[in-house]
């Protein structure tokens, strides 16, 4: 039975990914921080099945010794601070997660078991104010946030191990993927709860940004089972996985509100404070070499994600009315 880490496990790629895995047979170990409460919820249903263990992106010695105790066959690492505009806030914080503890997990595997296969989240936000559309894995780099200048030092010290080290180490440039376990705070997540509240007559207005911004968004559910398929070639190497199409927010607006039978003009206001210092208008993945080599395409089309996000918010929303 091969043996999995993940770091971030309680996040929405981290659940999808440990469900992923232990269906096919993996012995799943899931890194969470030492906090005062736990934060299970995208993860409840699984912790009969998977090991949870303690240790800090921040604390060397705690990843040093989970790796050794565990001999995992691959390390997949998606904890980060990762949420783009706290970066603006909090650009120390999110330098010391996002990129400094990507090292730190590599330096781990490198002294405990290099024998490891290791997966870095990657971003689309590396590529920011771009240089050509669509972007693939050779477009180059043009953060637009501190959260994507962290994703880039994240992406550029995987590939310096790999080469320096010889570690079976890749990266996954993934573009946006969301789900009915996307923060709230996130704008897809932040749309399917509002659009919910105002049907069940819970609130009236939902405040947005930039309604022009358009994004490469697909079903989070899909892109770990690229992550997975990186991890079984026989070389190293890194993929941009997204859908290829793009989508503006109002696009997203209009399907959430309607699907619910209402009209976006009578609820959505666009408010200033919503948008960010530097924005990032366009991004649109070419997926083609992960469709290539990895045989990975995107199941979930762009309707079908955010029907089933804004079914689930009116679902949760409902339940406790």
């Known amino acids: 039975m091969p043996k999995a880490l993940i770091t971030g496990v309680t996040g929405q790629d981290g659940s999808y990914l440990a469900e992923f895995l232990l269906a096919k047979g993996y012995e799943v170990y899931g890194m969470v921080r030492r906090t005062s409460h736990d934060s299970y919820e995208r993860i409840d249903h699984l912790l009969d099945q998977v090991e949870i263990v303690t240790a800090d992106l921040l604390d060397q010695h705690s990843l040093t010794e989970v790796v050794r105790e565990i001999l995992p066959d691959e390390v ?25 503890g990507v090292t730190r997990i ?44 962290a994703k880039i030092y994240g992406h550029w010290v995987t590939v310096n191990y790999r080469e320096s080290y010889g570690l079976y180490a890749v990266s996954g440039i993934l573009f946006n993927h969301e789900s009915p376990r996307r923060g709230i705070e996130f704008v897809t997540r932040k749309v399917t709860d509002g659009v919910a509240r105002i049907k069940l007559g819970l609130s009236q207005k939902l405040r947005l940004g930039n309604l022009d911004a358009r994004r490469d968004w697909g079903y989070a559910g899909d892109y770990v089972e690229a992550m997975w398929l990186m991890l079984q070639r026989p070389t190293p190497t890194d993929y941009v996985v997204g859908t ?31 948008i960010r210092p530097a924005e990032v208008d366009l991004l649109q993945a070419d997926p083609r070499k992960a469709k290539r080599e990895l045989g990975w395409s995107p199941k979930v089309a762009f309707p079908e994600l955010v029907a089933m996000m804004v079914d689930a918010d009116v679902a949760r929303l409902g339940a406790r009315r």
């Open 76 to 100: 997949y690492n998606l904890a980060a601070q990762s949420y783009v505009p706290t970066s603006f806030t909090q650009p120390v914080l999110t330098g010391e997660f996002t990129a400094l």
């Open 106 to 149: 590599l330096e781990a595997i490198r002294l405990a078991h290099p024998r490891a296969r290791f997966y870095q989240a990657s971003s689309s936000e590396m590529f920011g104010k771009v240089t050509e559309t669509p972007q693939h894995e050779g477009t180059a780099f043009h953060p637009r946030s501190p959260y994507g200048v």
């Open 244 to 274: 290829g199409e793009t989508h503006s927010v109002r696009e997203l607006v209009e399907l959430a509100f309607a699907h619910v039978g209402l009209d976006w003009h009578d609820h959505v206001v666009t408010d200033p404070a919503f």
